[in-house]
């Protein structure tokens, strides 16, 4: 049975920073897309970031660019996200998935791509 397992939300200050992991079980993802979302109360899930397997292939959500960075370590079966600058308006339940399919070239930013999903996380970012 495929299990993930988010850590590493918190309560911050504007301006802090987090980093939020997520490790898979069950099976092996390392030609899998990993990504992360997020979705605040009364709000619909939003992208926030993907990652490739070979990893040097990333998406971005425009409000976390240059500021969120994401990672994987395949041998350990897990994502990482690095929050940094983090604002009131990232306040959220963090979700990481993933979509079996790694080909590149695809867009990911639908949560309707994705096979698995974690519990969440909550990340609140007091002003």
Same mark, same amino acid.
């Given at each position: 049975?495929v299990?993930? =397992?988010?850590?590493?939300g918190?309560?911050?200050?504007?301006?802090?920073?987090?980093?939020?992991?997520?490790?898979v079980?069950?099976r092996?993802?390392?030609?899998?897309?990993? $990504?992360?979302f997020?979705? #605040?109360?009364?709000?619909?899930? #939003?992208? =926030? $970031? #993907?990652?490739?397997?070979?990893?040097d292939n990333?998406?971005?959500a425009?409000? =976390?660019k240059?500021r969120?960075?994401?990672?994987?370590?395949?041998a350990k079966?897990?994502?990482?996200l690095q929050?940094?600058?983090?604002?009131s308006?990232?306040? #959220?339940?963090?979700?990481?998935a =993933?979509?079996?399919?790694g080909?590149?070239?695809?867009?990911?930013?639908?949560?309707?791509?994705?096979d698995?999903?974690?519990?969440?996380?909550?990340?609140?970012?007091?002003?």
């Amino acid at each position: 049975q495929v299990q993930l =397992v988010e850590s590493g939300g918190g309560l911050v200050q504007a301006g802090g920073s987090l980093r939020l992991s997520c490790t898979v079980s069950g099976r092996t993802f390392s030609t899998s897309v990993m $990504a992360w979302f997020r979705q #605040a109360p009364g709000k619909e899930r #939003a992208f =926030v $970031a #993907a990652i490739w397997s070979s990893a040097d292939n990333t998406d971005y959500a425009d409000s =976390v660019k240059g500021r969120f960075t994401i990672s994987r370590d395949n041998a350990k079966n897990t994502v990482f996200l690095q929050l940094n600058s983090l604002k009131s308006e990232d306040t #959220a339940s963090y979700y990481c998935a =993933v979509d079996r399919d790694g080909r590149p070239y695809i867009p990911r930013r639908s949560p309707n791509r994705y096979d698995y999903w974690g519990q969440g996380t909550q990340v609140t970012v007091s002003s």
